[in-house]
């Protein structure tokens, strides 16, 4: 991931951008492990080929260069009364996916480590809340989360 060299101006604070990296890959590969868990599905291990996923993100790739143009923006867009049927839609399935994480994640709690690691997962989530707010300047992301950020960015604080 890093050289060694990368790793010890990331440890000693002259790198925040790669530790910053560091941290949302680690995020990435723990959340998808968190996933793949939740829903008994194997993760590909190095030299496994996963066609069912590489034929998924073809046909994306293909609808998606289908309703936009060439320069990215939207050419093809389903009629408007569409829009609430979809975003009804949408919103169930991402209820269901995260009621599903949820709940593996509270059986995870139960060991150690993963407590650990859940503990982890959550401290960059709200790290990259705080990024998103301070890049997009709606700070109104923010206010929900500033007692969270406050015990992290200051929790030597007393």
Request: charged share 25%; hydrophobic share 40%; glycine share 6%.
């Amino acid at each position: 991931m890093y050289a060694e060299n990368a790793v010890k101006h990331i440890l000693s604070g002259k790198a925040i951008a790669r530790a910053i990296r560091g941290h949302l890959m680690v995020y990435a590969t723990l959340s998808t492990m968190l996933t793949a868990n939740a829903y008994n599905m194997k993760l590909p291990t190095k030299g496994e080929c996963c066609d069912d996923l590489h034929q998924s993100l073809v046909t994306a790739r293909e609808l998606y260069d289908n309703i936009t143009d060439s320069s990215g923006t939207a050419s093809v867009l389903p009629p408007e009364d569409m829009f609430g049927e979809i975003l009804i839609k949408l919103k169930d399935v991402l209820g269901d996916v995260t009621a599903k994480v949820n709940a593996e994640k509270e059986t995870m709690k139960e060991r150690r480590t993963a407590k650990l690691w859940l503990q982890y997962i959550e401290m960059i989530r709200i790290l990259r809340m705080f990024i998103k707010a301070e890049r997009t300047g709606d700070w109104m992301l923010a206010p929900p989360g500033c007692s969270r950020y406050a015990s992290l960015f200051c929790s030597s604080w007393s």
